[in-house]
Protein backbone atom coordinates (compact mmCIF):
# COMPACT_ATOMS: atom_id res chain seq x y z
CA UNK A 1 0.00 0.00 0.00
CA UNK A 2 2.94 2.11 0.88
CA UNK A 3 4.61 2.15 -2.40
CA UNK A 4 1.66 2.80 -4.61
CA UNK A 5 1.28 6.04 -2.78
CA UNK A 6 3.64 7.84 -4.93
CA UNK A 7 1.89 9.59 -7.58
CA UNK A 8 5.05 8.43 -9.51
CA UNK A 9 6.78 10.97 -7.54
CA UNK A 10 10.00 10.02 -5.03
CA UNK A 11 9.87 13.57 -3.64
CA UNK A 12 6.13 13.26 -1.94
CA UNK A 13 6.24 9.28 -1.63
CA UNK A 14 5.29 7.98 1.66
CA UNK A 15 8.51 6.16 3.25
CA UNK A 16 7.34 2.18 4.28
CA UNK A 17 8.83 0.80 7.17
CA UNK A 18 11.46 -1.19 5.10
CA UNK A 19 12.84 2.16 4.01
CA UNK A 20 12.93 3.85 7.32
CA UNK A 21 16.36 3.55 8.76
CA UNK A 22 17.47 7.22 10.47
CA UNK A 23 18.24 6.24 13.81
CA UNK A 24 18.55 9.54 16.62
CA UNK A 25 22.08 9.72 15.12
CA UNK A 26 20.86 11.23 11.96
CA UNK A 27 18.32 13.31 13.70
CA UNK A 28 20.93 14.56 15.80
CA UNK A 29 22.61 15.23 12.77
CA UNK A 30 20.50 17.76 10.94
CA UNK A 31 20.58 19.68 13.88
CA UNK A 32 24.28 20.09 13.77
CA UNK A 33 23.79 20.97 10.11
CA UNK A 34 21.81 23.57 10.73
CA UNK A 35 23.14 25.34 13.34
CA UNK A 36 27.01 24.82 11.64
CA UNK A 37 27.09 27.55 9.18
CA UNK A 38 28.69 30.97 8.20
CA UNK A 39 25.54 33.08 9.48
CA UNK A 40 24.99 30.81 12.39
CA UNK A 41 28.25 31.26 13.62
CA UNK A 42 27.86 35.08 12.80
CA UNK A 43 24.16 35.07 14.56
CA UNK A 44 25.37 33.10 17.99
CA UNK A 45 28.77 35.37 18.60
CA UNK A 46 26.63 38.01 17.84
CA UNK A 47 24.18 37.36 20.70
CA UNK A 48 27.19 37.91 22.99
CA UNK A 49 27.63 41.59 21.87
CA UNK A 50 24.97 42.95 21.01
CA UNK A 51 21.82 42.55 23.48
CA UNK A 52 23.76 43.58 26.45
CA UNK A 53 23.21 40.88 28.46
CA UNK A 54 26.07 38.54 30.69
CA UNK A 55 26.87 35.95 28.84
CA UNK A 56 25.30 33.51 31.11
CA UNK A 57 22.15 34.78 30.10
CA UNK A 58 23.06 34.21 26.73
CA UNK A 59 23.20 30.82 27.36
CA UNK A 60 20.38 30.18 29.05
CA UNK A 61 18.23 32.22 26.36
CA UNK A 62 20.07 29.41 23.83
CA UNK A 63 18.99 26.53 25.90
CA UNK A 64 15.82 27.73 26.54
CA UNK A 65 15.20 27.85 22.85
CA UNK A 66 16.69 24.73 21.93
CA UNK A 67 14.28 23.02 24.55
CA UNK A 68 11.59 25.20 23.55
CA UNK A 69 12.15 23.93 19.27
CA UNK A 70 12.92 20.73 20.07
CA UNK A 71 9.54 20.34 21.59
CA UNK A 72 8.17 21.75 18.90
CA UNK A 73 9.62 19.39 16.23
CA UNK A 74 8.96 16.82 18.45
CA UNK A 75 4.99 17.89 18.03
CA UNK A 76 5.14 18.95 13.92
CA UNK A 77 7.14 15.49 12.98
CA UNK A 78 5.14 12.90 14.51
CA UNK A 79 2.70 12.57 11.57
CA UNK A 80 6.26 12.09 9.01
CA UNK A 81 6.87 9.34 11.86
CA UNK A 82 3.24 7.64 11.91
CA UNK A 83 2.72 8.01 8.55
CA UNK A 84 5.57 8.27 6.22
CA UNK A 85 4.66 11.35 4.60
CA UNK A 86 6.39 14.66 3.79
CA UNK A 87 4.67 18.46 4.97
CA UNK A 88 3.43 19.10 1.54
CA UNK A 89 1.13 16.12 1.90
CA UNK A 90 0.68 16.51 5.64
CA UNK A 91 -0.38 20.40 4.86
CA UNK A 92 -3.05 18.77 2.63
CA UNK A 93 -4.88 17.51 6.00
CA UNK A 94 -5.67 21.08 7.17
CA UNK A 95 -5.29 23.06 3.99
CA UNK A 96 -6.85 21.07 1.42
CA UNK A 97 -5.37 19.02 -1.80
CA UNK A 98 -5.32 22.53 -2.82
CA UNK A 99 -4.48 24.93 -0.35
CA UNK A 100 -1.65 22.86 0.44
CA UNK A 101 0.37 23.69 -2.65
CA UNK A 102 0.04 27.58 -1.07
CA UNK A 103 1.55 25.96 2.08
CA UNK A 104 4.12 24.63 0.35
CA UNK A 105 5.21 27.08 -2.04
CA UNK A 106 5.75 29.64 0.90
CA UNK A 107 8.03 27.23 2.25
CA UNK A 108 9.71 26.72 -0.88
CA UNK A 109 10.01 30.00 -1.92
CA UNK A 110 12.10 31.13 1.63
CA UNK A 111 14.33 27.93 1.07
CA UNK A 112 15.21 28.98 -2.45
CA UNK A 113 16.04 32.17 -1.31
CA UNK A 114 18.24 31.44 1.43
CA UNK A 115 20.05 27.99 -1.20
CA UNK A 116 20.89 31.11 -3.45
CA UNK A 117 22.76 33.31 -0.40
CA UNK A 118 23.90 30.49 1.29
CA UNK A 119 26.01 29.22 -1.87
CA UNK A 120 26.97 32.66 -2.09
CA UNK A 121 28.36 33.11 1.14
CA UNK A 122 30.19 29.61 0.69
CA UNK A 123 31.41 30.69 -2.09
CA UNK A 124 33.10 33.29 -0.84
CA UNK A 125 35.46 30.79 1.51
CA UNK A 126 36.26 29.14 -1.59
CA UNK A 127 37.60 32.60 -3.09
CA UNK A 128 39.50 33.18 -0.61
CA UNK A 129 41.46 30.31 -0.40
CA UNK A 130 42.13 30.50 -4.22
CA UNK A 131 43.32 34.23 -3.33
CA UNK A 132 45.81 32.90 -0.74
CA UNK A 133 46.77 29.87 -2.94
CA UNK A 134 47.58 31.74 -6.13
CA UNK A 135 47.78 35.34 -4.49
CA UNK A 136 45.73 36.73 -7.48
CA UNK A 137 43.25 39.65 -6.78
CA UNK A 138 40.76 38.47 -8.28
CA UNK A 139 40.85 41.48 -11.36
CA UNK A 140 37.94 43.81 -11.77
CA UNK A 141 34.22 43.54 -10.63
CA UNK A 142 31.62 42.29 -12.74
CA UNK A 143 27.98 42.22 -11.25
CA UNK A 144 29.42 42.68 -7.94
CA UNK A 145 32.39 39.68 -8.18
CA UNK A 146 35.58 39.35 -9.25
CA UNK A 147 35.94 36.67 -12.53
CA UNK A 148 37.80 34.91 -9.54
CA UNK A 149 34.85 35.17 -7.42
CA UNK A 150 32.38 34.03 -10.26
CA UNK A 151 34.74 31.38 -10.62
CA UNK A 152 33.87 30.05 -7.32
CA UNK A 153 30.79 31.04 -7.04
CA UNK A 154 29.94 28.28 -9.86
CA UNK A 155 32.29 25.64 -8.38
CA UNK A 156 30.05 25.79 -5.34
CA UNK A 157 27.20 25.28 -7.10
CA UNK A 158 28.15 22.29 -9.20
CA UNK A 159 29.49 20.85 -6.23
CA UNK A 160 26.23 21.55 -4.54
CA UNK A 161 24.22 20.31 -7.39
CA UNK A 162 25.96 16.64 -7.55
CA UNK A 163 25.53 16.14 -4.04
CA UNK A 164 22.10 17.06 -3.66
CA UNK A 165 21.39 14.67 -7.19
CA UNK A 166 21.97 11.59 -5.04
CA UNK A 167 19.73 9.77 -2.93
CA UNK A 168 18.47 10.43 0.95
CA UNK A 169 20.92 7.72 2.13
CA UNK A 170 23.47 9.22 0.52
CA UNK A 171 22.49 12.71 2.34
CA UNK A 172 22.05 10.61 5.14
CA UNK A 173 25.72 9.93 4.78
CA UNK A 174 26.83 13.17 4.17
CA UNK A 175 25.21 14.79 7.05
CA UNK A 176 26.63 12.36 9.57
CA UNK A 177 30.03 12.90 8.26
CA UNK A 178 29.68 16.43 7.94
CA UNK A 179 28.02 17.27 11.10
CA UNK A 180 31.30 16.20 13.18
CA UNK A 181 33.55 17.05 10.82
CA UNK A 182 33.02 20.84 11.50
CA UNK A 183 33.14 20.88 14.83
CA UNK A 184 36.26 19.02 14.51
CA UNK A 185 37.42 21.76 12.57
CA UNK A 186 36.51 24.49 14.88
CA UNK A 187 38.18 22.81 17.86
CA UNK A 188 41.25 22.94 15.67
CA UNK A 189 40.57 25.97 14.95
CA UNK A 190 40.02 27.37 18.72
CA UNK A 191 43.29 25.84 19.01
CA UNK A 192 45.28 28.05 16.81
CA UNK A 193 43.94 31.06 18.59
CA UNK A 194 44.46 29.22 21.95
CA UNK A 195 48.25 29.15 21.09
CA UNK A 196 48.55 32.45 19.73
CA UNK A 197 46.61 33.98 22.77
CA UNK A 198 49.29 32.99 25.15
CA UNK A 199 47.19 31.48 28.09
CA UNK A 200 45.02 35.19 27.96
CA UNK A 201 42.26 33.72 25.59
CA UNK A 202 40.22 31.98 28.29
CA UNK A 203 40.26 35.59 30.91
CA UNK A 204 38.80 37.67 27.67
CA UNK A 205 36.02 34.98 27.43
CA UNK A 206 35.37 35.66 30.86
CA UNK A 207 35.74 39.66 29.99
CA UNK A 208 32.80 38.91 27.74
CA UNK A 209 30.72 37.23 30.12
CA UNK A 210 30.46 40.09 32.14
CA UNK A 211 28.49 43.27 31.99
CA UNK A 212 28.48 45.54 34.92
CA UNK A 213 25.82 47.62 33.49
CA UNK A 214 23.58 44.57 33.50
CA UNK A 215 20.49 44.80 35.65
CA UNK A 216 17.36 42.47 36.30
CA UNK A 217 15.53 44.25 33.27
CA UNK A 218 17.77 44.27 30.65
CA UNK A 219 18.83 40.88 30.99
CA UNK A 220 14.86 39.86 30.98
CA UNK A 221 14.40 41.60 28.03
CA UNK A 222 17.80 40.07 26.58
CA UNK A 223 16.85 36.71 27.62
CA UNK A 224 13.42 37.23 25.25
CA UNK A 225 14.89 38.68 22.75
CA UNK A 226 18.01 35.98 22.51
CA UNK A 227 15.03 33.22 22.74
CA UNK A 228 12.62 34.65 19.83
CA UNK A 229 15.75 35.28 17.12
CA UNK A 230 16.78 31.71 17.71
CA UNK A 231 13.19 30.30 17.54
CA UNK A 232 13.05 32.05 14.28
CA UNK A 233 16.03 31.26 13.17
CA UNK A 234 14.53 27.52 13.17
CA UNK A 235 11.02 28.22 12.42
CA UNK A 236 11.36 27.14 8.84
CA UNK A 237 12.30 23.73 9.79
CA UNK A 238 10.04 23.27 12.54
CA UNK A 239 6.98 23.72 9.60
CA UNK A 240 8.29 21.05 7.10
CA UNK A 241 10.05 18.93 9.94
CA UNK A 242 8.13 15.92 8.36
CA UNK A 243 9.85 15.87 5.67
CA UNK A 244 12.98 14.19 7.97
CA UNK A 245 10.91 12.49 10.57
CA UNK A 246 8.76 10.24 7.79
CA UNK A 247 12.78 8.67 7.18
CA UNK A 248 13.32 7.60 10.90
CA UNK A 249 12.65 4.15 12.42
CA UNK A 250 10.36 4.76 15.35
CA UNK A 251 9.55 7.68 17.51
CA UNK A 252 11.86 7.31 20.16
CA UNK A 253 14.58 7.75 17.49
CA UNK A 254 13.11 11.27 16.93
CA UNK A 255 12.76 12.49 20.15
CA UNK A 256 16.34 10.96 21.27
CA UNK A 257 17.72 12.83 18.19
CA UNK A 258 16.24 15.84 18.83
CA UNK A 259 17.13 15.76 22.38
CA UNK A 260 20.65 15.51 22.05
CA UNK A 261 20.27 17.93 18.82
CA UNK A 262 19.06 20.77 19.76
CA UNK A 263 20.40 21.40 23.42
CA UNK A 264 23.66 20.08 22.65
CA UNK A 265 24.24 20.94 19.70
CA UNK A 266 23.24 24.87 20.35
CA UNK A 267 25.19 24.96 24.06
CA UNK A 268 28.25 23.42 22.07
CA UNK A 269 28.11 25.63 19.25
CA UNK A 270 27.64 28.87 21.35
CA UNK A 271 30.39 28.01 23.05
CA UNK A 272 32.89 27.12 20.46
CA UNK A 273 31.68 30.55 18.61
CA UNK A 274 32.55 32.57 21.61
CA UNK A 275 35.70 31.04 22.58
CA UNK A 276 37.00 31.60 19.02
CA UNK A 277 35.70 35.16 18.95
CA UNK A 278 37.36 36.07 22.52
CA UNK A 279 40.22 34.35 20.95
CA UNK A 280 40.11 36.48 17.56
CA UNK A 281 39.45 39.85 20.07
CA UNK A 282 42.93 38.92 21.93
CA UNK A 283 44.77 37.89 18.46
CA UNK A 284 44.00 40.70 16.67
CA UNK A 285 42.45 43.12 18.31
CA UNK A 286 38.93 43.39 17.50
CA UNK A 287 35.95 41.68 17.89
CA UNK A 288 35.15 39.74 14.99
CA UNK A 289 31.72 37.86 14.57
CA UNK A 290 32.41 36.20 10.95
CA UNK A 291 34.82 33.17 10.78
CA UNK A 292 35.68 34.04 7.16
CA UNK A 293 37.36 37.31 8.62
CA UNK A 294 38.86 35.44 11.55
CA UNK A 295 40.87 33.30 8.85
CA UNK A 296 41.70 35.90 6.28
CA UNK A 297 43.12 37.73 9.22
CA UNK A 298 45.39 34.82 10.14
CA UNK A 299 47.12 34.95 6.66
CA UNK A 300 47.58 31.15 6.69
CA UNK A 301 47.47 29.12 3.63
CA UNK A 302 46.75 25.70 5.92
CA UNK A 303 44.40 27.59 7.92
CA UNK A 304 42.40 28.96 4.51
CA UNK A 305 42.59 25.20 2.67
CA UNK A 306 41.05 24.14 6.08
CA UNK A 307 38.36 26.60 6.80
CA UNK A 308 37.37 26.33 2.53
CA UNK A 309 36.10 22.93 2.78
CA UNK A 310 35.16 23.14 6.60
CA UNK A 311 32.46 26.62 4.95
CA UNK A 312 31.28 24.44 2.36
CA UNK A 313 30.46 21.40 4.08
CA UNK A 314 28.24 23.45 6.50
CA UNK A 315 27.23 25.33 3.94
CA UNK A 316 26.05 22.16 2.03
CA UNK A 317 24.50 20.59 5.33
CA UNK A 318 22.43 23.50 5.91
CA UNK A 319 21.35 24.01 2.42
CA UNK A 320 20.17 20.21 2.63
CA UNK A 321 18.41 20.25 5.70
CA UNK A 322 16.97 23.92 5.55
CA UNK A 323 16.72 25.38 2.21
CA UNK A 324 17.10 22.07 -0.91
CA UNK A 325 15.09 19.35 0.29
CA UNK A 326 12.13 21.39 1.66
CA UNK A 327 11.97 23.56 -1.57
CA UNK A 328 12.17 20.43 -4.32
CA UNK A 329 9.31 18.75 -1.90
CA UNK A 330 7.27 22.51 -2.13
CA UNK A 331 8.11 23.00 -5.78
CA UNK A 332 7.23 18.54 -6.65
CA UNK A 333 3.74 19.44 -5.11
CA UNK A 334 2.38 22.09 -7.43
CA UNK A 335 2.24 19.14 -10.07
CA UNK A 336 2.84 15.86 -8.34
CA UNK A 337 2.63 13.97 -11.83
CA UNK A 338 4.23 16.04 -13.39
CA UNK A 339 7.62 17.35 -11.60
CA UNK A 340 9.97 14.52 -10.30
CA UNK A 341 12.32 14.54 -7.57
CA UNK A 342 14.98 15.61 -10.34
CA UNK A 343 13.08 17.84 -12.03
CA UNK A 344 12.05 19.87 -8.96
CA UNK A 345 15.80 19.96 -7.92
CA UNK A 346 16.81 21.22 -10.89
CA UNK A 347 14.29 24.18 -10.67
CA UNK A 348 15.33 24.87 -7.42
CA UNK A 349 19.27 25.11 -8.54
CA UNK A 350 18.45 27.56 -11.77
CA UNK A 351 16.73 29.69 -9.06
CA UNK A 352 19.01 29.64 -6.41
CA UNK A 353 22.25 30.09 -9.04
CA UNK A 354 19.83 33.21 -10.33
CA UNK A 355 19.81 35.02 -6.50
CA UNK A 356 23.39 34.00 -5.60
CA UNK A 357 25.06 35.40 -8.55
CA UNK A 358 22.94 38.55 -8.38
CA UNK A 359 23.05 39.17 -4.19
CA UNK A 360 26.22 41.45 -4.27
CA UNK A 361 25.08 43.63 -7.19
CA UNK A 362 21.47 43.51 -6.63
CA UNK A 363 19.10 41.91 -3.99
CA UNK A 364 21.20 43.19 -1.25
CA UNK A 365 20.84 46.58 -2.25
CA UNK A 366 17.17 47.04 -2.70
CA UNK A 367 15.93 46.01 0.86
CA UNK A 368 15.31 42.18 0.25
CA UNK A 369 15.49 41.82 4.25
CA UNK A 370 12.18 42.87 5.07
CA UNK A 371 10.57 40.99 1.60
CA UNK A 372 12.03 37.36 2.87
CA UNK A 373 11.04 37.98 6.72
CA UNK A 374 7.60 39.04 5.45
CA UNK A 375 7.64 35.70 3.66
CA UNK A 376 8.78 33.95 6.83
CA UNK A 377 5.92 35.61 8.77
CA UNK A 378 3.59 33.86 6.56
CA UNK A 379 4.65 30.11 7.58
CA UNK A 380 4.00 30.81 11.47
CA UNK A 381 -0.02 30.40 11.14
CA UNK A 382 0.87 27.47 8.80
CA UNK A 383 2.84 25.79 11.44
CA UNK A 384 -0.29 26.51 14.41
CA UNK A 385 -3.41 25.48 12.14
CA UNK A 386 -0.89 21.98 11.14
CA UNK A 387 -0.36 21.12 14.46
CA UNK A 388 -4.04 21.91 15.45
CA UNK A 389 -5.62 19.56 12.63
CA UNK A 390 -3.17 16.73 13.48
CA UNK A 391 -3.78 16.61 17.31
CA UNK A 392 -7.17 18.24 18.03
CA UNK A 393 -8.99 17.99 14.64
CA UNK A 394 -8.04 14.49 13.35
CA UNK A 395 -6.82 13.22 16.84
CA UNK A 396 -3.52 11.73 14.72
CA UNK A 397 -5.91 9.93 12.20
CA UNK A 398 -5.20 10.26 8.33
CA UNK A 399 -6.62 8.47 5.32
CA UNK A 400 -3.22 8.16 3.33
CA UNK A 401 -5.31 7.14 0.28
CA UNK A 402 -7.06 10.48 0.51
CA UNK A 403 -4.23 12.46 0.86
CA UNK A 404 -2.96 11.11 -2.28
CA UNK A 405 -6.13 11.78 -4.03
CA UNK A 406 -6.47 15.46 -5.54
CA UNK A 407 -10.19 14.67 -6.95
CA UNK A 408 -13.59 15.74 -5.18
CA UNK A 409 -14.15 12.10 -3.81
CA UNK A 410 -11.23 13.01 -1.04
CA UNK A 411 -12.79 13.74 2.13
CA UNK A 412 -9.47 16.70 1.92
CA UNK A 413 -10.55 18.29 -1.24
CA UNK A 414 -13.35 20.69 1.07
CA UNK A 415 -14.15 23.27 -1.35
CA UNK A 416 -12.59 22.91 -4.91
CA UNK A 417 -9.35 22.03 -2.86
CA UNK A 418 -9.33 24.70 -0.45
CA UNK A 419 -10.09 24.21 3.30
CA UNK A 420 -11.80 28.32 3.96
CA UNK A 421 -11.61 27.58 7.72
CA UNK A 422 -7.84 27.28 7.60
CA UNK A 423 -7.52 29.75 5.14
CA UNK A 424 -9.83 32.15 7.49
CA UNK A 425 -7.21 30.88 10.27
CA UNK A 426 -4.51 31.88 7.80
CA UNK A 427 -5.39 35.25 7.00
CA UNK A 428 -5.65 36.45 10.24
CA UNK A 429 -2.44 34.82 11.49
CA UNK A 430 -0.77 36.13 8.52
CA UNK A 431 -1.58 39.69 9.00
CA UNK A 432 -0.56 40.33 12.26
CA UNK A 433 2.84 38.01 11.74
CA UNK A 434 4.08 40.37 8.61
CA UNK A 435 2.70 43.91 10.40
CA UNK A 436 5.41 42.95 12.91
CA UNK A 437 7.72 43.15 9.99
CA UNK A 438 6.23 46.51 8.96
CA UNK A 439 4.85 48.83 11.36
CA UNK A 440 6.75 50.48 13.44
CA UNK A 441 4.34 49.77 16.82
CA UNK A 442 4.84 46.13 16.39
CA UNK A 443 8.40 46.24 15.92
CA UNK A 444 9.50 45.00 19.87
CA UNK A 445 7.32 41.89 18.55
CA UNK A 446 9.68 40.81 15.48
CA UNK A 447 12.04 38.83 17.63
CA UNK A 448 8.98 36.87 18.95
CA UNK A 449 6.40 37.30 16.40
CA UNK A 450 6.99 33.90 15.08
CA UNK A 451 5.24 31.94 18.19
CA UNK A 452 2.68 34.24 18.79
CA UNK A 453 1.49 33.91 15.06
CA UNK A 454 1.93 30.33 15.22
CA UNK A 455 -0.40 30.49 18.45
CA UNK A 456 -2.89 32.70 17.00
CA UNK A 457 -3.18 30.43 13.41
CA UNK A 458 -3.54 27.50 15.98
CA UNK A 459 -6.10 28.90 18.41
CA UNK A 460 -8.67 30.51 15.39
CA UNK A 461 -8.32 27.18 13.41
CA UNK A 462 -9.52 24.95 16.08
CA UNK A 463 -12.11 27.66 17.20
CA UNK A 464 -13.53 27.60 13.23
CA UNK A 465 -13.36 24.35 13.11
CA UNK A 466 -16.02 24.12 15.95
CA UNK A 467 -17.81 26.70 14.79
CA UNK A 468 -18.11 25.51 11.09
CA UNK A 469 -17.63 21.55 11.46
CA UNK A 470 -15.74 21.28 8.29
CA UNK A 471 -12.60 19.48 9.13
CA UNK A 472 -13.70 16.04 11.28
CA UNK A 473 -11.67 13.57 12.01
CA UNK A 474 -11.24 10.70 9.42
CA UNK A 475 -10.36 6.81 9.88
CA UNK A 476 -6.21 6.24 9.32
CA UNK A 477 -5.79 3.76 6.74
CA UNK A 478 -2.29 2.53 6.69
Same mark, same amino acid.
Given at each position: ????????????????????? #?GWFEIFNIWANDIQSLFGYTLVAS????????????????????? /?????????????????????????? +???????????????????? #??????????????????????????????????????????????????? +?? +???????????????????????????????????????????????????????????????????????????? &????????????? /?????????????????????????????????????????????????????????????????????????????????????????? /????????????? #?????????????????????????????????????????? &????????????????????????????????????????????????? #?????????????????????????????
Open positions: MFQEKTEGNDALAIVGSDKKR #WLFISYGVTGWTAFAGLITAGL /MVMFLVNISGRAGVDYGIPYPVLARA +SMGTQGAKLAAILRAIVAVF #WFGVQTYFASTALNLLLVTLTGAPGGELYFGMTLLGWFSFIIVWILQMVIF +SR +SMDWVKKFLNLAGPFVYAVMIGLLVVLWQKADGQLLSSANSIFQNPNASFGTELSGFIAIVGTMVAYFAAVMINFS &DFSRFARDRKSVV /MGNLAGLPFNMVFFSALALLITAGAAVVYGEQLTNPTAIVEKADSAVLSVIAAITFFAATVGINLVANFIPAVNGIANLSPSKISFQKAG /MITSLFALVIGAL #WTSFISQVGIGAFVNTLGATLAPLYGIMVVDYYLVRKQKLNT &DALYDESSSSCYFFKQGWNNTALVAFAIGAVFSVATVWVDALAQLSGYA #WLLGALLGGLLYQWLSKKTLVAMPVEAVN
